[in-house]
């Protein structure tokens, strides 16, 4: 299984070969960022993000919802990881 992760794009630009990259924040890390396949995305927007790669734009409310989600996730494999057994 793969996972996206959501990012927010910070910054856009081309690269000199013309390929739209950007600067995208997963809590607080930069990364850069192909953005060729979300030409639509503007800075502020939030994008899904697996190797290198934005896949998808998704608004703010669906971003906290995944990141709400994340959470959940890593609470439950410590809870896992802390019980007696």
């Known amino acids: ?12 630009e081309e690269n000199p070969s013309g390929m739209s990259m950007g600067k995208v924040s997963f809590a607080g890390i930069s990364k850069e960022v192909c ?5 639509e995305v503007k800075v502020g927007e939030y994008v899904i993000v697996h190797a290198g ?25 410590e809870l896992e990881t802390s019980q007696p057994g």
């Open 1 to 12: 299984m793969c996972l996206g992760v959501p990012g927010k794009v910070i910054s856009i």
């Open 35 to 39: 953005l060729a396949y979300v030409p």
């Open 53 to 77: 790669f934005a896949l998808s734009v998704l608004d703010e409310d669906e971003a906290m919802e995944v990141f709400a989600m994340l959470r959940q996730m890593e609470d439950l494999a």
